[in-house]
């Protein structure tokens, strides 16, 4: 793109998925944010500001990888929880003695 000029709507985004590959082989290795700004604006891969560079990085650290074969292979299923429930309280096996029929001295 021509010095100067904005990027157009949405063409930053593009820049950036096209290049994370190597963005984020170049953040593994070490370099720093700006220096990777720098090499590929110097080889014209990238055309946004810095500001909105590092706000692509810190967004996609939030997300999950995609899912490809490489992040699949080895990976068990995460196995589903039971559907929780309310705690079930018990009566004792005893029945409750009538009332009438009790003898007061034998309760207590």
């Known amino acids: 793109m021509t010095a ?9 985004r593009v820049e950036f998925l096209t290049c994370k590959e190597a963005i984020d ?4 290795k070490g370099f720093s944010r ?4 720098e090499r ?5 891969r990238c055309t946004m500001k810095y500001n909105t560079f590092c706000e692509f990085i810190s967004n996609a650290k939030k997300l999950p990888p995609t899912s ?7 990976c068990q299923p ?11 309280i ?3 096996s005893k029945t ?6 009790m003898d007061p001295n034998d309760s207590f």
């Open 40 to 44: 590929l604006t110097a080889d014209g």
């Open 34 to 37: 700006k220096l990777i700004h």
């Open 68 to 74: 490809s074969p490489k992040h699949t292979e080895g």
């Open 78 to 88: 995460v196995p589903a929880r039971p559907p929780r429930q309310p705690g079930i």
């Open 96 to 101: 409750f003695p009538d009332p009438r029929a």
């Open 25 to 28: 082989s170049m953040l593994a």
């Open 90 to 92: 018990k009566a004792e």
């Open 4 to 12: 100067g000029k904005p990027v157009r709507r949405y063409m930053a």
